[in-house]
């Protein structure tokens, strides 16, 4: 590959153990760039036993061109039909991120819920309810109290019925700094920035799907450059086509 400018020796372990009945899985790339773009320290681990895993992957830093990912690990243990997963960003030794969640199985459906505890999105602490949960079969999705909430932003996911009768999945925001959620590729720049309120609806998720969105992003930038007000109005005409209407207005390119 000749637009691989650097890379340092990759290794990958494997063993079976068939007494513990048991299988490790490691990976390792100590350094890798990619026609400048750098991936620092990628790691790879997998063990197994009989009815248990642990696995953990992650890497130290990824720059490319504005974007730079902190360090950033999943660790993950599967134990008793259930799936932990812990997704933690560091900055140094601050938490920039962290979400830990659970998936079970319950006959045929899949139920996914949000640790509250230590709920971090861009270095703050977010409330989430504890009776949160999804839940996911054939041709089916719920959310119950998933809702995320840090002062006066909110962020409230649901699922519904129009008016119409049909299902509906609904992502409404108040106050949300997008900030919040771009500092994970990148805490030094400002790649997107503004303030979003309004709501995506999708309607009929598992037949004919349509769209509807009402959002207003206030004080939007991308890249530090200044666009001003940004609107998003739109609307499912057919099962084929949507009326979209998307604006800026009062922002000079500065």
């Known amino acids: 590959l000749t637009q691989l400018n650097a890379f340092d020796s990759m290794s990958l372990n494997m ?9 490790l899985v490691q990976f390792s790339a100590p350094f890798i ?11 790879f681990h997998f063990l197994s036993h009989s009815s248990n895993a642990d696995f953990m992957f992650g890497w130290n830093k990824i720059e490319a061109g504005p974007i730079t990912i902190e360090r950033t690990v999943f660790d993950g243990q599967i134990a008793q039909d259930a799936l932990i997963i812990d997704f933690l960003v ?12 659970i998936m079970t ?14 709920f971090i ?5 977010w409330q989430v309810p504890p009776n949160n949960r999804v839940a996911i079969s054939d041709n089916f999705i719920d959310f119950e109290n998933i809702d995320f909430e ?11 019925q129009n008016p119409s009768g049909q299902d509906q999945l609904s992502v409404l925001f108040e106050h949300f700094d997008l900030t919040t959620v771009t500092t994970f590729f990148s805490n030094e720049v400002d790649l997107v920035n503004g303030i979003i309120s309004g709501d995506f ?7 004919s799907v349509g769209l509807e969105s009402d959002v207003i992003v206030s004080d939007f930038s991308i890249l530090e450059k200044n666009l001003g ?5 739109g609307k499912s005409v057919s099962s084929a086509e949507y009326d979209f209407d998307l604006s800026l207005k009062e922002g000079p390119l500065v």
């Open 15 to 23: 063993a079976y153990d068939q007494v513990k009945d048991s299988l």
């Open 33 to 43: 760039d990619f026609q400048g773009n750098t991936l620092d320290s990628l790691n």
């Open 90 to 101: 560091n900055e140094k030794e601050e938490k920039l991120f962290h979400i830990r969640s």
């Open 105 to 118: 199985l319950k006959g045929d459906t899949l139920i996914y819920h949000l640790d509250p505890d230590d």
């Open 121 to 125: 999105l861009d270095k703050q602490a």
């Open 150 to 160: 840090k002062g006066s932003q909110k962020i409230h996911v649901l699922s519904s």
């Open 201 to 207: 609806n999708l309607i009929d998720p598992f037949g």
């Open 229 to 233: 007000l940004l609107t998003l109005m």
